[in-house]
């Protein structure tokens, strides 16, 4: 079971260079895949932002069904203070390693922030 990062669905909604990487991975994983509470909503900043929003219409409509939605409980709230402390990660990228580990998933990835990371399988596209 896979924990996708914000930054791989962006990559193909803003058709970066690795979208097709990306895309793959999807495709192959039908199923497996998660998404947090706080990925989808910075999808929605993004492309509100550039007045994409029949993009972010799309991708709910087309993506969220095939995915399962996550939050992480309150009470481990500390947990992302913890990892972003500990391990150096930002609240985005903090949020996503405790929403990980808190559900035992692998986290896909293209972000640089997550190398060295040893207790939470990362995956990076």
Known sequence: MFLVDTNVFLEILLGQAKKESGKKFLDDNIGNLNITDFSLHSIGVILFRYDKESIFQNFV?????????????????????????????????????????????KVVTMDKDFEGIVDVEILFL
Do not use: C, T, W
Request: aromatic letters at 12%.
């Open 61 to 105: 409509e087309d993506v969220i069904p095939n995915v399962s939605l996550l939050s992480l409980p309150i009470k481990m709230y500390g947990e992302v203070i913890n990892a972003s402390r500990n391990l150096n990660l930002d609240f985005d990228d903090a949020y996503q390693y405790s929403i990980a580990k808190y559900h035992g998933l």
